[in-house]
């Protein structure tokens, strides 16, 4: 069955992905990363890897007005890890939250939180941890509006010159 998150904007609305979009997702996520310079062409093969991330995260997007196209996604891990952020069986994260660029502004990215945070609470989970690069600040914003708060000591370095943040938020 697929659920389908509060409908706070507009006609947009969190689903599921599939494969069939797969390759939306890959582009869409390796586009805005590579557009934002937050990432290298090792990371953007990652980034376009979407089955790959399938395997170890459920894919979420978040579908537009009209056609249903998909404006944003982002990888929720409720269990197992991807990302080497989690710290327990009762941590669930999420990973490469996007949204595309024309779609911004209107709480798409914050849709998509709240339903990471709405399935991990669901799943039983106690805490919700992410890791985002310091050049993020809008998703900072986003993060710290909604009420995660920084573990500094868990923050890391996955490859020279990148530094990641690690926020958390109590479920």
Known sequence: MVQHSPDTTGAVQVTPATSADFGRIA???AG?????????????????DVAGRAQRAELLVARGPGTGGIVGSVALVLNGEFGEVLASDDEAGFRMLVVEAAARGRGVGELLVRTCLERARAAGK?????????RMRAAHRLYERL??????????????GVQLLVYALDL
């Open 126 to 134: 106690g805490r919700m941890v992410l890791s985002t690069d310091t």
């Open 32 to 48: 805005v990363y590579r557009d934002e310079r937050f990432a290298g062409e090792e990371y953007l093969a990652q980034l376009a």
């Open 27 to 29: 582009e869409l996520t």
């Open 147 to 160: 009420g995660f708060t920084r573990l500094p000591e868990r923050d890391w370095t996955p490859m020279a």
